[in-house]
Nanobody
Framework: QVQLVESGGGLVQAGGSLRLSCAAS????????MGWFRQAPGKEREFVAG????????YYADSVKGRFTISRDNAKNTAYLQMSSLKAEDTAVYYC????????????????WGQGTQVIVSS
């Protein structure tokens, strides 16, 4: 079992920044591919960003490329999502997810999920 706890969400003005954190406990964090997903009201959950378990390779949805940065600190068992130049359309519940040694681009591929943290961007 892996437990994931997100934090860092909140209310921010358009153009502002937030950093989300995902603290993991349980299994060996470094063996897990980490991802961030989001779900806006009335919409499907969508992929935002991912980082590989081995070489820290990162990849992003086109909608956030150049504005968001995913990272991980294996010593702290924590993944991060730095969000900048936020837009109203970034408003959503953001979820952290973990997948054991496999690429994570679809929420159905995740082995574990966090409870989510709300991000509201006011325009």
């Amino acid at each position: 079992q892996v437990q994931l706890v997100e934090s860092g969400g909140g209310l921010v003005q358009a153009g502002g920044s937030l950093r989300l954190s995902c603290a993991a406990s349980g299994r060996t964090f470094s063996n897990y591919h980490m991802g961030w997903f989001r779900q806006a009201p009335g919409k499907e959950r969508e992929f935002v960003a991912g980082i590989s378990w081995n070489f820290g390779i990162t990849y992003y949805a086109d909608s956030v490329k150049g504005r968001f940065t995913i990272s991980r600190d294996n010593a702290k068992n924590t993944a991060y999502l730095q969000m900048s130049s936020l837009k109203a359309e970034d408003t959503a519940v953001y979820y952290c997810a973990a997948a054991y040694r496999k690429v994570l681009r679809e929420w159905t591929e995740a082995d574990y999920w966090g409870q989510g943290t709300q991000v509201i961007v006011s325009s």
